[in-house]
């Protein structure tokens, strides 16, 4: 008989020590639908032990100097780097993505985060103004907030909390994180290398577990002044009627329904792999991936068979496989999900090109229960299809024609949501007129995916509230105070 599997058991990182949990939940390997990891399942004792660690080290970490706090923060981007591929392997297994895109992407962008913030924490400037008739000077001073409550999601698991971390503890804060308890394996090795980084007990707090106990323990507590949150509308909702009594500064990033806008000058060279990459990337697990392709009709035949043909060769693998483009979907619940979207497309009389219910998926044998499934493309579909309206969050798009600029506008814009968007054309007075146009706190042009750091990132309506950034992280991670000095 075979040995039993030794279950990873993770436990929370509270004032520098790893301490146990009463109760824990179990995280599934995505491509095989085994258990694998134990995770806490932590509520409110574990958060308020957490806010009396956060609370004792906040006059020490936010009195150092902001040169001070960038050291440890290259310290600690140099041991990430350092164990890049171990956390890349972790990840991948945890996640259910390819090990390339945890490798390439993941991991890399964690290291870039901490080394981001902190060269851009050495050169914010405050304002300062005089009224020489009056005899005063005005100036401004950012000072920490406090207590940061951060809540990370599934999808990109140590990027997206690194993205959080780090700006918050630049500033000068004291965190208490919560990863999604989907994906909690990264965050636990990160904490174990906080000490030797110089991170002292108390700055950074890392309680895992689920959203209801420990989520809404944290969000309620009444010194966690700032939530900053990554996830899905209806758990913001919630965010926001649990910070109300306390008029917590909040900034949420709420996923999209994301639209490609293909003019009929557009190259289609570059385009078509590019919107595969940006339909299908990390199972379509990105807020930022396209789910609705317009097309112009003159184009829209060529560009749908072209399409269809790439879609068909984005290999759908283990995640261990170097030549697969996608792995997993991240639980058994979500692909359920996602399937059933397709399902409703179909009975609202679409059609299904490739992909799911079309063609088949080949796994060895040990992967038949994971969570996958193959990239999909839905057409004649009607813009008020669910499909076209609610955020899926899986390997599915959906590609309908349009006729004139006005007209695609309108209709990338008639949706709740206002995150992305990518506008293909050669025109580029065309390009700056659709981009100012549609309702998207992102619009990428000729291109998809690529990030300047500095420039706001977040989105419109549904999509969420503030933006993330150099200047306006550090705006939302610290408090702003006006000081008058008169002098005689």
Known sequence: MAAPVKLLMLENFIDGKFLPCNSYIDSYDPSTGEVYCKVPNSGKEEIEAAVQAARGAFPGWSSKSPQERAQVLNRLADLLEQSLEELAQAESKDQGKTLTMARTMDIPRAVQNFRFFASSVLHHTTECTQMDHLGCLHYTVRTPVGIAGLISPWNLPLYLLTWKIAPAIAAGNTVIA???????????????????AGVPPGVINIVFGVGPRAGEALVSHPEVPLISFTGS?????????????HCKKLSLELGGKNPAIIFEDANLEECIPTTIRSSFANQGEICLCTSRIFVQKSIYSEFLKRFVEATRKWKVGIPSDPSACMGALISKEHLEKVR?????ARAEGAHILCGEGVDNLNLPPRNQAGYFMLPTVITDIKDESCCMKEEIFGPVTCVVPFDSEEEVIRRANGVKYGLAATVWSSNVGRIHRVAKKLQSGLVWTNCWLIRELNLPFGGMKSSGIGREGAKDSHDFFTEIKTITVKHE
């Open 233 to 245: 509308q209806p758990t913001a909702e919630r965010i926001t009627q649990l910070s109300a009594p």
């Open 340 to 344: 059933s979207y397709i399902k409703r």
């Open 178 to 196: 919560k990863p999604s308890e989907l994906t909690s394996v990264t965050a636990w090795m990160l904490c174990k290398l906080l000490d030797k």
